[in-house]
């Protein structure tokens, strides 16, 4: 298997991503493309210890950067990292993509050259967040900001298969995020969805969920439109650097402290390891007909490394194709019902 | 200056909401108007040490249950606990409500009883969460979950009035909740409202923050519908929760780590009452004519107490006045561009 890396990517650079994926090849066996300006991805690759992996280098000269127009950045510049990297899982000499470059780009590229999978109208990012029970799978993350209640439904589909498929929950508990756990809570969007989702076939739906039930693990999936999903996905994030920083403050404010914390060093190692264990460096983009992952243009070395983990995993699991097999399974939802969203 | 409380309201029964109204009373030096079954009050209130606190009770014999329509319960029973505290202070027999009981009846019975400030069309829960930098307004909070642009528009400018007049944040700065900064991003609804804000009167719009940015501090205020906001503000409890959890488990998991972290234990304090410095124990409904305050369900008697100075405070910077000095003079928003929303 080669996982395909789009070395461009991500706010720290070639060096970085190259390392991460390095690592993860070695970590997870597989092989590597890399994808980049080639004088930037060789002397990356100078600095590792590429011992015993199998690693291609392709040269994709031309840069998409973080604030441009995604769709059209794709087409424009079938030379740059993420149109070379999707070009060869197209031709099927890379098995999937992980990028931490414009996830705009990614999408509108995944869309363009891999396409959809019948029976789903819109690709929806799956993240997952710590909880209380293991971790807990949130789509979408922000792929769709105004999905349709059909969309959503298809999110509820996707993300039963995925959590089953790749992870090996048995019949994955489905929530739909609300504002209040009545099933008459919820914006518009919500409140038209909730009964589709209750009559939907092929998920365990168990209703509205509330932002805290996220990290309660009330649910194995929660379901939400890309705009919530990724300003619920970033509060989270604040308040866990907020609640770090504010800690780390008054853990460090006097000597003798200063000195009792650093004994209690393993205890909070083990605390954020667990709470990172959720982490996956990377997010599935479900409903394209191919592996694509989607990491944080922050990612650092280690997300990078597992992200190609979570590639590896998701073409083991024949993810593209169980859910293609299940959505052709299932009715499509009634016109005059989705027409009611 | 008299405050009245609803002490039917809250998960936990008259005796807590009673004994935080009476420590809030005590802290800051207010009388008291409680409404509720009158034995359950009187029963309450004789586990109280009462003696110096001016405390009438009114009894108010109907309930309405936490999953109650709103709308309706209000106009059905006007001897609830919410209809009677809302009639004193209609007519001025009290300066303010403080509700920890069904929100929107709170909601329903304020428009009801005490009405919208003219040039407001939709009142908004504005709540603070912490920040590196102090605390960030957030609104709306869970009021209004489809508003239009225009509504998002009148939201910044009541959430700029009561940063500025009730915590005396000198020209605070706005920020329009979203999935990206660059003005491009966002849902429908954050597209259509960003020019709006850019050009409203009244404001210091700096333009689209992002989830984590809430608790960075970057803006004083943060605008967004209250299905997001509500979202939001849940996501980052639970997340603080599991934290808690975590943490607290593996600092317990054996007898030396466990002395170790008692002896941290006044470092812990300091960094929960550093975080819950924020925590006002009740959020003001913002474009009342009064003042209404509202508290969580789950509340304990320390916000009860909270929410009380909450409610003195924004009696005494006559919070409902400035802002309708402040809507007056502004122009209404040209309904060819409301309309666009």
Do not use: W
């Not at 739909?176 to 009559?199: C, D, H, M, R």
């Amino acid at each position: 298997m080669r996982i395909a890396v789009d070395a461009a990517g991500g706010d720290h650079g070639p060096a970085v991503v190259v390392a991460g994926a390095v690592a993860g090849a070695r970590r997870f066996g597989v092989a590597l493309l890399l994808t980049g300006a080639e004088a930037d991805v060789r002397r990356a690759l100078a600095d590792q210890d590429t011992s015993g992996i199998d690693i291609l280098v392709e040269d994709a000269p031309e840069t998409i950067s973080g604030d441009e127009q995604a769709a059209q950045a794709v087409r424009r510049k079938p030379r740059s990292a993420i149109a070379v990297a999707l070009d060869a899982v197209c031709d099927q000499r890379a098995d999937a993509l992980v990028s931490a470059g414009n996830s705009g780009a990614v999408m509108a590229g995944a869309l363009l050259k891999l396409g959809r999978i019948r029976g789903v109208d819109r690709p929806a990012i799956a993240g997952y967040l710590p909880s209380m029970t293991g971790r807990t799978l949130v789509l979408d993350m922000g792929a769709v900001t105004d999905p349709r209640p059909q969309h959503l439904v298809q999110f509820a589909q996707m993300g039963s298969i995925y959590s089953e498929q790749a992870l090996g929950v048995a019949r994955p508990k489905v929530g739909l995020l609300s504002n209040g756990e009545e099933p008459s809570k919820g914006n518009q969007l919500v409140q038209e969805t909730f009964p589709l989702l209750a009559a939907a076939p092929g998920i365990d739906f168990r209703g509205n969920v509330e932002g805290n039930d996220i990290t309660r693990g009330v649910v194995d999936v929660v379901v939400t439109d890309g705009f919530t999903g990724n300003v619920a996905l970033k509060t989270a994030e604040g308040a866990a650097a907020l609640i770090n920083a504010t800690v780390r403050g008054r853990l460090t404010s006097s000597p003798l402290r200063k000195a009792l914390a650093a004994l209690l060093q393993p205890a909070f190692r083990e605390a954020r390891k667990e709470l990172d264990y959720a982490e996956q460096g990377g997010a599935p983009l479900l409903g394209i007909d191919g592996v694509v992952i989607i990491s944080h243009g922050r990612s650092n070395e280690r997300a990078i490394a597992s992200a190609v983990g979570v590639a590896k995993q998701s073409v083991e699991g024949d993810v593209p194709g169980t859910i293609a097999r299940l959505m052709a399974t299932l009715e499509p939802i009634p016109q005059a019902t989705a027409a009611a969203g």
